[in-house]
């Protein structure tokens, strides 16, 4: 038997006068103040992780995850300098670069994704933009995963508005475009595009009418208020992502990231817990990094209102927890999986 948290007095005018107001948790907001998000960092584990999952349990059930598999559909040679990536052209990580794939072939793994258990299919290109005909190709990709009854989620690099539109009418769910850090940290990271880059690719789709698939990543050397800055502007988007990927860096010998001290794990569960607060409603998906952090860990993760991962060994080019250990690890949480929502045609 499940026992419900208390629920939100939401009658109650909310206090601005107070760094916090913990009555008001779980309202939908897009104008938090950056020092109500310090707030919530700085409230003891236990009463932010209690909160966490008060509002979790008010828009979710909170023993059911969303499982996506993301697939390098073309891997390496990227002309960005993106201080983490494998894929970058200027590094040398022994990544051997790989040429768009085959239509079939990436069908062939969406079907077997979709036969492990996954409902949604995100196909990741190492591309600073996409060309007409790369993006026609990826296109038919789009088409072809949705009649398999699966959802559907790119990642190109930036996009203009035409190719957003072109995307939305092939049918695209959700475009994943990571603002990857605060905006004051950004420079330390990447140098070949900016920060308003991103914001204009994630508006882009947004006018389209396409889901936004849109996090960072955490422990690349920057501070807590960088993680305190990256969710204040994730928070403040015009409209929430509706999809929020929390990854921990996965150190990659070669780049110029390797070597970074390590996010502290109970750190990594206070971003998740202060995502779930700022976007109530959003998915906020577990990411790249599960593979170096202990079932436990991740237990803490999925309490701090973490309900989203990606499903599979492999990420792009880094390793992830295979599926039986995941489920394994599922088994012994009780959480389930979520099953496909009805936004494609089945076979």
Not at 269 to 286: D, E, K, N, T
Request: charged fraction near 25%; hydrophobic fraction near 40%; charge should be negative.
């Amino acid at each position: 038997m499940t026992t419900a948290l208390p629920a939100l007095d939401l009658d109650r005018p909310l206090d601005l006068n107070r760094p916090i107001d913990l009555n008001h948790l779980g309202v939908v907001r897009t104008d938090w103040r950056l020092d109500e998000v310090r707030a919530l960092f700085d409230l003891p584990f236990a009463d932010l992780m209690f909160h966490a999952q008060r509002v979790h349990r008010a828009n979710f059930d909170p023993n059911r995850v969303q499982v996506s598999t993301l697939l390098s559909i073309k891997t390496g040679a990227c002309p960005e300098d993106c201080a983490y990536c494998s894929q970058s052209i200027r590094f040398e990580t022994g990544l051997r670069s790989e040429p768009l794939m085959d239509l079939e072939e990436v069908l062939e793994k969406a079907r077997t994704a979709r036969a492990n258990g996954a409902t949604r299919f995100c196909m990741g290109a190492a591309y600073r933009s996409p060309k007409p005909k790369q993006l026609a190709q990826i296109i038919e990709m789009v088409k072809g995963v949705r009649e398999l009854g699966m959802e559907t989620c790119v990642t190109l690099g930036m996009l203009t508005t035409e190719q957003a539109r072109e995307l939305k009418d092939a049918g695209l769910d959700y475009y994943n475009h990571n603002l990857d850090t605060s905006e004051s940290y950004y420079k330390q990271i990447i140098t070949t595009r900016t920060y308003q880059d991103r914001l204009d690719t994630l508006q882009a789709v947004r006018d389209a009418g396409i889901n936004v698939c849109c996090g960072g990543i955490l422990g690349m050397g920057e501070s807590e208020l960088d993680r305190v800055q990256l969710l204040h502007t994730l928070a403040t988007l015009p409209e929430h992502p509706e999809s929020v990927p929390i990854n921990q860096l996965v150190q990659v010998p070669g780049t110029p990231m390797y070597g970074a001290k390590k996010v502290d794990a109970l750190e990594f569960v206070r971003a998740i817990a202060v995502a779930r607060l700022l976007m109530p409603r959003s998915y906020v998906r577990l990411s790249a990094g599960r593979s170096e952090m202990s079932d436990e860990t991740q237990a803490l993760c999925f309490l701090a209102g973490a309900n989203s991962i990606f499903y599979g060994d492999k990420l792009l080019t880094t390793q992830n927890p295979d599926e039986n250990h995941d489920l394994a690890l599922f088994g012994r949480l009780g959480i389930v999986r979520e099953a496909a929502h009805a936004t494609a045609c089945s076979q």
